[in-house]
């Protein structure tokens, strides 16, 4: 089945309200109906309360935008400008070539490995969120969380949190909530200590790790699975916690609505 095939859940709509915090920034309404948008946008459909776009992407006004920020590696089309502006903050191994994420070709991974490197690569990051928050978005998507993982051991866990919370603070100085993406088992101190808002969770259901993000996130949690595992998984994760978060099934490749392959379907 393709296009918006979807079960309206009770209060769907009516979640749509975000909620404010009193420390500056919104926190994304809870439950409401996710359109994930990082392939390419699209205008969203009325019952949508929350979308993520791409931070090249405009927000939709009147909709709690997120932004996307690939920020622990690179993205393909920006390799030429980190290579001859900012080539010492990329991670190479022993024999000075790039380390790349194994699963996205020529996505190359940020060297956080010290102090110094973490503080200029959280500026730099941290321009790319003050422009998603003057051009309106209401929050940002730092993804690869889990980047070092992929670093044939060059970077550690700790390393990760480290730079984590300088990416929380700088998002929250410009007004903008945060989201955890990936690395689940980090939840409980993403939550207490990085200081994530809310969460994203891609798959959690095909790999049994959304109660790691409700336990630390409660309704703030954002599934996404995709289509490429079948409908299992995302059928499950409705009737087991559609009714508490919310739960999407994308196409893999997230492209925009009329591309043959488009997926967008929620419960």
């Known amino acids: 089945m393709t296009g918006d095939a979807h079960t309206v859940r009770p209060g769907a ?3 749509s309200v975000a909620q404010a915090t009193t420390q500056g920034w919104r926190l994304p309404p809870a439950n409401a109906v996710l359109d994930y948008q ?3 946008q699209y205008p ?3 019952v949508v309360g929350v979308l993520v776009r791409d931070r090249a992407a405009a927000p939709v006004s009147g909709r709690y935008t997120i932004c996307y920020v690939n920020a622990f590696q690179t993205q393909p089309s920006d390799n030429p400008w980190w290579q001859t502006d900012r080539d010492t903050l990329l991670l190479k191994d022993r024999d000075g070539q790039y380390v790349e994420d194994p699963d996205w070709p020529s996505e190359r991974l940020l060297d956080i490995s010290t102090p110094a490197r973490r503080a200029e ?16 978005f209401a929050a940002v998507e730092p993804d690869n969380l889990d980047s070092w993982t992929r670093s044939r051991g060059l970077l550690s866990q700790a390393d990760a949190v480290a730079f984590a919370r300088l990416l929380v603070q700088a998002a929250h100085s410009r007004g903008l ?6 690395a689940p088992t980090l939840s409980r101190i993403g939550r207490s200590d990085i200081g994530f808002d809310f969460a994203l969770a891609e798959e959690c259901a095909v790999y049994r790790e959304c109660d790691l993000y409700q336990t630390a996130y409660g309704n703030q949690v954002y599934e996404i699975e995709y289509t490429d595992n079948g409908a299992e998984a995302y059928r499950r994760a409705c009737t087991d916690h ?12 997230v492209v925009p609505k009329g591309t043959i392959g488009y997926h967008h379907e929620y419960c």
Do not use: E, M, T, Y
């Not at 909530?177 to 990936?182: F, M, S, Y």
């Not at 559609?242 to 739960?247: L, N, P, R």
């Open 38 to 40: 990082i392939g390419g």
């Open 13 to 15: 709509v009516a979640s």
């Open 44 to 46: 969203p459909a009325d």
């Open 121 to 136: 690569l959280a500026a730099i990051v941290g321009s790319w969120f003050a422009d998603c928050a003057a051009r309106g």
């Open 177 to 182: 909530a945060v989201g955890q993406k990936n």
């Open 242 to 253: 559609g009714a508490h978060i919310s739960v999407i099934l994308r196409d893999r490749d």
